[in-house]
């Protein structure tokens, strides 16, 4: 059998290493072959393919990033998508595919497997945001960059008393924030699940400065006051432009928590934003040793037929669940774990 294989939305380290695992597990035990599909659903939509084999995937492991190249390309907004994508799978003799990816992704693989195309998925997200699944890999490099981040900024913090924000990635889910701020030992940590209270923050801040410590905030993107620049709830934005899956371009929480501290407390503040560093360079040990079980789990699966089924982990057990169910609702973070966090906050 020819298996297709495909990275999908926003990269993230140990997507590398889920394809060595396929590969080097399908050629030898199953006898199967591979085509590696570029940039996303863009792949099989306009038949950009890349030889997969196993010379192909060595020196992986450590590699971040996806030598399949990924995109935010959304095949149901595109005309005749779905037929361009069949088509071309059979004309290339692709008989099952692995698509590797975050909810948008994993989205379009629930719908393909709807109308009869063999599909089997791999949950990624550097956000951790994927139900189903216990965690996803990329998050734990992510949430390393970012506490090494917050170790840096306190002590130049300390040395020119000032509040230093972090702003971090997580669009709708603070989980990055949560698990970094928490280890980095953050003052503040604010998260798109809980809107915040400008007014608290500054007393944090007050509070922090009277300790003779400097304030370390850590925000999500995706973090929203409760009266915020356009009124109640809403986002910061960098721009009000879309991507393909509708997904605003998210920024700007930092600066603006920045400004209403200087205003509010007199206090100089100052905003890090991590950014993609978050996402690049090499997976750690705990992302590989995932991302690669995922792999090997995903192979298997496709040899058992589990059409419409994603590689989940549970404790410390690889099992199978419907993409339709790890779809339908994102994992956000439960209010008792934030309330866990809010014992260090001030
Ligand atoms: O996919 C997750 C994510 O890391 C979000 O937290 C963030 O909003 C988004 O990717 C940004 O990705 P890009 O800059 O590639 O559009």
Sequence with gaps: MRVGVLTGGGDCPGLNAVIRAIVRKGVPEYGYSFLGFRNG????????????????????????????????????SVEDGVEKIRTNLQNLGVEALIAIGGEDTLGVATKLHEIGVNVVGV?????????????????????????????RLHTTAESHHRALIVEVMGRHAGWIALHAGMAGGANAILIPEVRFDIEQVCKWVESRFRMDYAPIIVVSEGAMPKSGPEGEGTEVLRTGEKDAFGHVRLGGIGDWLAHQIEQRTGKEARTTVLGHVQRG??????????????????????????????????????????????????????????????????
């Design 123 to 151: 949950p990624k997200t550097i956000d951790n945001d994927l139900s189903g699944t216990d965690y996803t890999f990329g998050f734990d490099t992510a949430v390393n960059i970012a506490m090494e981040a917050i170790d």
């Design 41 to 76: 659903w863009r792949g099989p939509l306009e038949a950009l393919t890349k030889p997969l084999d196993i010379p192909a995937v060595r020196g992986l492991l450590p590699r971040g990033g996806t030598i399949l190249g990924s995109s935010r390309t959304n095949p149901f």
């Design 281 to 346: 360079g090499t997976p750690t040990a705990r992302d590989r040793w995932l991302a690669t079980r995922f792999g090997l789990h995903a192979i298997d699966a496709v040899h058992d037929g589990a059409w419409g089924q994603m590689t989940a982990l549970r404790g410390t057990d690889i099992t199978m669940v419907p993409l339709a169910e790890a779809t339908k609702e994102l994992k956000l973070v439960d209010p008792a774990l934030y309330a866990e966090a809010e014992v260090f906050f001030g």
